[in-house]
């Protein structure tokens, strides 16, 4: 009987000493507790993934180079499987190391470098050709990492190789749906191939990324025979019998909505502790968007980490402040009430003389939303607590938010959630226990920075807006092919304008949690300037 | 005789149509005026680079072909090479064609892919493994684009396909001294090969690249016999007599500083004229960081076109004021005085209950600078005028800036020049015209957000900040390295934990004009959320 523990883990990128002791601990907890051969941790898993442009530093791949040979020297009989960046002569790759009595007695170099959506690889590494295989009690194990088994041929490369096991390690980020694609990809080919595949990916939060665990082993028919936790740590083992799973035991994949607000909660807690924040303050509006934020970060964090402020102006309906306020006392949390007229008249003052016989306009509304961000901003500063910006996808799309305004803050939580997608995830928290007041999602959607504003008074409704927005900007559709899905052409004209030149504001976005198969950011690299015109 | 016109063209990054009919002017000018054989465009030109991921849109990579086919059929008479995205079966390529009477006669791969520094070719493309050469007048040409020559082989290869003559499509983005390595490469290659190259740059400003033209021809044994004018458009023309260019003219190269400086107003002209704004505005502290600013601003657009806002507090010595004032005056552009004192008094006021019992500390002097933020975003609102931000490279690195304060704005022209340039360029604009007053560049540099404060309070001064952050940021030297280099480690640590902890700020910044070998933004890629420490 051969065992294999999954060490599931969440490690900080960059801190090189931290992960090291963590791989170690978990090294001696799968030999002395679960009594494994093997065990196996993620794609890079003495850096973190991804590294970025930390990979350029010679001190930081010499730091990872020793904390390996660290690693095997600290924890001997057991084999330790783990991901390093390796530099070989002058070149660089994204490579696994077999540890084994205080040796690197294998290593492997990844084939298959992703170079797309949050991916750049080519950047730094240079790809592997060969196949690596190791034997432990009879079982020849072959090695691939991550994007190696979204192409055809390297496992049966394996194979030839004279693998009767595969184990892979990864970083793979979440998106919705994400779990089922890939699931599906590594079952067909260990039935394709007919061999078994231990698939063990990182967890946590990493900027906009989130790895959402969610371990598997796949037997050689395809079948997904064990499944660790989505979004938690988990450190599992598994026995096979002449290279056959015999655990049965799978965890129960979450629903849609269920993982999109896991991942927005992992998110928020790992940006705010792995940045060693002592809590977090948000602006509460008593719309939706500021609603489920604040949702998030107590069940992220614990109400005694999350403080809100309420910021009322002329324009601020009663019902806003009343429902900010339920859902504060709701949610145990403390909050202030901070009118802004004080600094919105200071402000009109100072400019009356520059903007004397002027139309009023959006400035005006903008001034107003500053004046919150100043304040905001002012109140993270003393604490030193995290600003939160509360903002979603659909508003950052089209540029329906106001730059150093209700933009300012260091996270953006729900930055890639679609204003329809806000709604879902209100009515989902509120079936765990109600949090949200109806009326915070049956009202119509306001800023509140003119009399009687309502969002669609200036964009197409959200029914119309979400669907072009996703074709637009997901899926790269043209206005025609949009038109050819049942929408209105004023319609898509005035949604993929206002995308396209809002390109400038959400440069300046703090960083958010990617949710979709095409986030804003990293994800999604447009020019700011540019005479591209999707609309026709 | 062979004649070969270079056409040096600034071209709008995803405006097809435009390029189409700029291309397309030019052709018939290079044809009927020149009495060119040829007509050689810069790389991509039907797209402007990089266009980034417009390129995964399928309309825009129809759309460009489409135009490559009205250029061939509008301009017959002359063979016109140009650059295209080329999309064959499900790959796309960086390629050029060469258009005869209304075909494509030839088209060519990019066989070398740069996915380094600013560049992620590798992002879209796939690589080319051909040669392409075509025959005009008896004469062979091989063409080949950009990085291709930045490689060894490729012009050997050429030549074995029996080419007599090299032509180069290039975007080759400018920072200090490039122009000397790349004429070197191009030289050595020449004189290695022994054949004549035809060297096309783009020129012009997109987002933070600046293509700095420098068009030049090269002789087989490896010498420049033409070079265009750097920073410029320009269209010439050079006659080949049996592949030997006869021409003798060479623009003379720029010194250090000036090529700095012309960068720096290219750069400002073309984001505020590409993105359609009126004009710049600027917030004038009577500093030396403003008044760089200014100056550049000033020959980039004319001083009609800008406008600047002196805002004072209790903080700011007379001195500082009647500087702004002289510097607006010089420069004879329009100026508005608004103290801040009003804005600050009244968030002050509105803080005080919950600020009861702090602490003085950097919170106070944000509240200044974001006031300032406010009124310039106000007034920036309200006429349509780009916001330039003023501040420099070595504060954007220690994070010395206020994020929503005086790092405000669309633009941040100086972003890429450390302070100790910043004087030297000064001095420099200084000796063309006099208009930055000499107690500007001589006294200490001040924030002025709290009494008496000078930035050596707490950064190490200039002098020794400036070479470590070089070192740092530039070139990933480690602390220890940077002391062996002289430096003491309190300044080097005290530099470098600042760098690894601004990370948040730099994301939020606006783009701003790359002129060193790495500037912040997509040439230096790190993680905000790092556990990575620099400092020893």
């Known amino acids: 009987?051969?065992?294999?523990?999954?060490?599931?883990?969440?490690?900080?990128?960059?801190?090189?000493?931290?992960?090291?002791?963590?791989?170690?601990?978990?090294?001696?907890?799968?030999?002395?507790?679960?009594?494994?051969?093997?065990?196996?941790?993620?794609?890079?898993?003495?850096?973190?993934?991804?590294?970025?442009?930390?990979?350029?530093?010679?001190?930081?791949?010499?730091?990872?180079?020793?904390?390996?040979?660290?690693?095997?020297?600290?924890?001997?009989?057991?084999?330790?499987?783990?991901?390093?960046?390796?530099?070989?002569?002058?070149?660089?790759?994204?490579?696994?190391?077999?540890?084994?009595?205080?040796?690197?007695?294998?290593?492997?170099?990844?084939?298959?470098?992703?170079?797309?959506?949050?991916?750049?690889?080519?950047?730094?590494?240079?790809?592997?050709?060969?196949?690596?295989?190791?034997?432990?009690?009879?079982?020849?194990?072959?090695?691939?990492?991550?994007?190696d088994i979204w192409k055809k041929g390297l496992i049966e490369k394996n194979k030839v190789a004279g693998a009767d096991l595969i184990v892979t390690l990864n970083a793979s980020p979440f998106h919705a749906g994400k779990i089922h694609q890939r699931e599906a990809i590594v079952c067909q080919q260990a039935k394709e191939t007919e061999i078994s595949l231990v698939y063990v990916n990182a967890v946590g939060g990493q900027d906009d990324l989130i790895f959402d665990g969610a371990s598997f082993v796949v037997n050689a028919k395809g079948n997904v025979v064990f499944r660790a936790e989505e979004f938690e740590e988990q450190v599992s083992v598994i026995s096979f019998d002449n290279q056959t799973p015999i655990q049965n035991s799978c965890a129960t994949l979450y629903s849609k909505l269920s993982s999109e607000y896991k991942a927005l909660v992992l998110g928020v807690r790992d940006y705010v502790h792995k940045n060693d924040f002592q809590g977090v303050l948000l602006g509460l509006s008593g719309g939706i968007d500021s609603a489920l934020v604040l949702a998030i970060a107590v069940d992220a964090l614990g109400a005694d980490h999350v403080e809100a402020v309420l910021m009322p102006s002329k324009y601020t309906q009663d019902m806003s402040n009343e429902d900010a306020i339920i859902e504060a006392e709701t949610l145990g949390i403390k909050h202030h009430i901070i009118a802004i007229d004080p600094a919105v008249t200071a402000f009109t003052g100072m400019l009356s003389d520059l903007f004397f016989n002027t139309e009023i306009d959006t400035t005006e509304e903008n001034i107003q939303a500053r004046c919150r961000g100043v304040l905001l901003m002012a109140m993270s500063n003393k604490q030193g607590k995290l600003l939160l910006t509360t903002g979603n996808k659909s508003e950052l799309s089209v540029g329906y938010a106001t730059l150093y305004g209700d933009m300012a803050g260091g996270f953006a939580p729900i930055k890639d959630v679609p204003k329809l997608l806000v709604y879902q995830l209100a009515k989902y928290r509120n079936t765990l226990s109600p949090v949200i007041p109806q009326r915070v999602i049956t009202r119509p959607p306001s800023a509140e920075l003119a009399p009687d504003q309502r969002d669609e008074d200036s964009l197409p409704a959200y029914s119309v807006l979400d669907p072009i927005l996703e074709m637009y900007v997901e899926q790269d559709k043209s206005a025609k092919e949009i038109q050819a899905a049942g929408f209105q052409l004023a319609d898509i004209n005035r949604a993929i304008s206002l995308v396209d030149k809002n390109e400038y504001k959400r440069r300046q976005a703090p960083p958010g949690i990617r949710i979709t198969p095409r986030a804003f950011g990293r994800d999604r690299r447009y020019p700011i300037t540019s005479g591209y015109k999707g609309s026709i």
């Open 1 to 147: 009987m051969l065992k294999i523990a999954l060490a599931q883990i969440n490690l900080l990128v960059g801190a090189i000493d931290a992960n090291q002791n963590k791989i170690i601990e978990i090294a001696q907890y799968a030999r002395d507790k679960l009594a494994a051969d093997i065990v196996v941790f993620p794609e890079l898993s003495i850096t973190g993934y991804p590294p970025e442009d930390l990979l350029f530093r010679a001190d930081f791949i010499k730091k990872s180079k020793q904390a390996v040979l660290a690693i095997a020297e600290s924890v001997q009989g057991i084999d330790i499987i783990l991901g390093f960046p390796e530099q070989i002569e002058t070149y660089l790759y994204n490579s696994a190391a077999v540890l084994r009595n205080g040796k690197i007695i294998k290593h492997y170099q990844k084939n298959a470098l992703p170079n797309f959506g949050v991916f750049d690889e080519q950047r730094y590494f240079q790809a592997g050709d060969q196949s690596c295989v190791f034997a432990v009690k009879n079982t020849a194990i072959g090695i691939t990492i991550c994007e």
